[in-house]
């Protein structure tokens, strides 16, 4: 059975540091794509970061615009990724999932694989 645990959310104060780690289980993830998103009470679920597979041991991150500078994404191992959050913004406040799929997307219908979310709250 494939799982994917998302562990490492709290509530911290604005300008602090996150750190968001996925396992994924239940099968060989080397040649998927891994990402993650959040949804915040009210609004869709986005695209955060995503660690793009291009063959053999090489991944590339892939940054939303409103994260780059501040979000992380490390590819551990092929069935963990991380997320390092600095920086942190009262916006910032959503459940944040991890997702895998054979193809690489940035949008959250066209991920097979997800998480069940853990939750990140930003106080001002």
């Known amino acids: 059975q494939v799982q994917l645990v998302e562990s490492g959310g709290g509530l911290v104060q604005a300008g602090g540091s996150l750190r968001l780690s996925c396992a994924a289980s239940?099968?060989?993830?080397?040649?998927?794509?891994m990402g993650w998103f959040r949804q915040a009470p009210g609004k869709e679920r986005e695209f955060v970061a995503g660690v793009r597979w291009s063959g053999g041991s090489t991944y590339y991150a892939d940054y939303a615009d409103s994260v780059k500078g501040r979000f992380t994404i490390t590819r551990n191992n092929q069935n963990t990724v991380s997320l390092q959050i600095n920086g942190l913004k009262p916006e910032d406040t959503a459940v944040y999932y991890c997702a895998a799929d054979l193809a690489y997307s940035h949008k959250a219908d066209e991920y097979e694989y997800w998480g069940q979310g853990t939750q990140v709250t930003v106080s001002s």
């Open positions: 239940g099968r060989s993830f080397s040649s998927y794509h």
